[in-house]
């Protein structure tokens, strides 16, 4: 009796570890996966951000920003110039051109300076319009990529023309840092970050799920396309 017992509770033992390993080895692919997926659509979102301010940037300043830093600064203290014309008489002779009114002093063209961060939260806002709540590009760290102290690097890029180009690349390894975070998240309760434990620990390690996994890259070429996925040319 004795015998079946022990027989019974070591099947029943075996059969549980079974079911934790085949439950692991289903749950930890498809984390990664997830964490991979979430983390690269945070870059794309930051760099969303990075490439309307930029554009406001040259056309302001005549030339890309070659730091971030310049796009921190130029966040929180530019403006951006918009031109419109007023008429300056209530009549205008017939038969005058816009061009002739304009040098008759019928028109002037005046200028309003805008804050960036008010233009920024208006082109956003545009581009907003079809995404997900979850997946809304806002300015908020935009300097940082996701999960790291790192800021973003701009490399100002060199082509057969003479048309100023730039780009940004996030390495795999930069993109996945600290993967701890999102597979056992501090915020969590403890039996959250219990099973987290169980199920993801040394996930950031497991080479077998970075195979396929590239960087991202806005703007022109500075990596090869294999090593990258392309987000975005620099738009003149």
Known sequence: MKNKVLVSTLLIVIALIFVFLT??????????????????????NRL??????QKLYKK??????????????FYANGHFTVTSTR???????EGLSMEE?????????????????????????ELNKKRDYSDYV???DFQYIPYNDQKYKIEICTTDSTVQKFAIYVPVDVMLNDLQKSTIPAEKGFISRGLGKIFYNGLENDMRERRN????????????????????KTEE
Do not use: H
């Open 23 to 44: 439950t692991k080895s289903i749950l930890r692919p498809k984390k990664f996966a997830d964490v991979y997926t979430a983390r690269r659509e945070m870059n794309i």
């Open 48 to 53: 969303t951000a990075i490439a309307e301010l």
């Open 60 to 73: 302001e300043n005549g030339e890309y920003a070659a730091k971030i830093e310049d796009l921190e600064d």
């Open 87 to 93: 008429r300056t008489s209530d009549t205008i002779p």
């Open 101 to 125: 009114a304009e040098k008759q002093g019928y028109y002037e063209t005046v200028e309003i300076k805008v804050p960036i961060k008010e233009k920024m939260e208006e082109t956003l806002a």
């Open 138 to 140: 806002k300015m908020e």
């Open 213 to 232: 996994c590239v960087g991202v890259q806005l703007g022109d070429t500075v990596k090869p396309s294999i090593e990258v996925v392309d987000y975005g």
